[in-house]
């Protein structure tokens, strides 16, 4: 290993990561890191980061603690922080998150910033290694990460299938770590679900919400590949659902295709799947997996997260969603969308807005001219409308404010 420098330059600010030793915990294991944040000086905050799963058993990693780096890493940009590692890392993850980097400051300057990414130890490009055959994908119950997994069980991606051999099931993310009856309920309903396509589930509990908070649509692609990279030696390729068509690309995303496959380790490739189609065209195929169908969670605001409340943004458009490719709507949800029902949702992002317009475009291409294609057509419209409105202030910001302001401005709305 080459040593890398392991403090940030005098003056700048600054994000450590200090791993803890791996703790066994009965049949799991817990890996933590402290996050120290430093303004130039001594440590100006800390907060720990920690994953928890069973002991898969095998050896470590070569580099057990690269998780962290991918985890705090968009965290760090929006801060304006160069990130430090206090342990060991591959020249091939480095290189990666340098390029996810250059990439994310490129689409928002304003918002990320260019920081350095070191470690305290470099293994050199190319070090022998032996890399899992095991596959790993996430398992939520929703559309995205059920139609990777019925795809590849089923054999319907052609030469890009694989035998996915792992899914993690992350307690966390949507479900909040406070409900635990809410994620072993998920859990029971989802470890038989995968069991019949070979699957084995595994439960990552993680507390990273908590630890590093913000704008989880920013991050859930990292915040997903660090959990992947717990699987380490298992597995050697994890499979990233896609959220976003080709043809309906939004940048930067939490996940996207660009930097999704930078999320890649020198022992672990991170490869994104169903990018090819959209959601409703995901819908239609994994009609072919009935028992993958009654079991999608979509819901992340109901009061109950092991169910869909069939009544917020998500829950509603995935109802229509199933209307739009000619399906009934499954038994999943207790009832089906009405106009008043769908009158009621607001967009509030252009990755909503993009949603539903390629929901509608699948409706259209169906032919279906129920009355909720006009009402939801009506948002999609008006929602455009007001961003168009709010791009040309953009404009007019950029061109008056100071740089530093407007980077100020950025930051305290992402955070």
């Known amino acids: 290993m080459s040593a890398a420098a392991s403090s940030a330059p005098s003056g700048r600010r600054s994000l450590h990561l200090w791993p803890e030793p791996e703790a066994c915990e009965g049949l799991g294991v817990t890996r933590a890191c402290r996050l120290e944040r430093r303004n130039g000086g001594p440590p100006a905050g800390a907060s720990r980061l920690w994953y928890s799963l069973p002991d898969l058993g095998g050896d470590e990693p070569a580099e057990p603690a690269e998780p962290f780096l991918m985890a705090a890493l968009v965290h760090a940009m929006a801060e304006g922080r160069d990130l430090l590692l206090h342990a060991g890392a591959s020249a091939e993850l480095l290189g990666s998150l340098a390029e996810f980097r250059d990439a994310w400051h490129r689409w ?3 918002t990320y910033a260019p920081i350095a990414i070191e470690a305290d130890q470099v293994t050199p490009r190319g070090a022998p290694r032996v890399r899992g055959a095991g596959v790993v994908a996430s398992y939520s119950g929703g559309v995205d990460s059920s139609f990777t997994i019925w795809q590849h069980a089923a054999g319907l991606a052609g030469h890009r299938s694989r035998r996915i051999t792992h899914a993690v099931f992350v307690h966390g993310f949507d479900i909040p770590l406070a409900d635990s009856e809410g994620f072993e309920a998920g859990c029971r309903r989802a470890r038989p679900l995968l069991a019949g396509l070979g699957v084995t589930l595994v439960p990552v509990r993680t507390n990273f919400r908590e630890a590093l908070p913000g704008r989880w649509e920013q991050v859930y692609g990292p915040a997903l590949a660090a959990c992947f ?187």
């Open 229 to 415: 990279h717990q699987l380490r030696p298992h597995c050697g390729e994890a499979l990233l659902a896609s959220s976003r068509s080709y043809d309906a690309l939004i940048f930067p995303a939490g996940s996207n295709v660009i930097t999704d496959p930078l999320l890649s380790s020198a022992d672990l490739a991170v490869v994104e799947d169903g990018a090819g189609l959209n959601r409703c065209e995901k819908i239609a195929r994994l009609a072919g997996w009935p028992a993958g169908v009654e079991a999608l969670r979509v819901c992340w605001e109901g009061e109950r997260r092991d169910r869909n409340c069939s009544e917020c943004e998500k829950c509603v458009r995935t109802m229509y969603n199933f209307l739009a490719a000619g399906l009934p709507v499954p038994p999943c949800f207790d009832r089906t969308p009405t106009v008043a029902l769908l009158e009621r949702i607001r967009l509030h992002s252009p990755i909503l807005a993009e949603e539903w317009a390629q929901l509608l475009l699948v409706a259209q291409r169906n032919g279906i001219g129920a009355k909720w294609v006009d009402v939801a057509r009506r948002k999609v419209v008006r929602y455009r409308r007001r961003m168009a409105v709010r791009e040309a202030a953009g404009r007019l910001a950029r061109a008056t404010l100071p740089a530093r302001v407007r980077r100020l401005v950025r930051r305290a709305v992402w955070a």
């Open 108 to 110: 928002r300057p304003d």
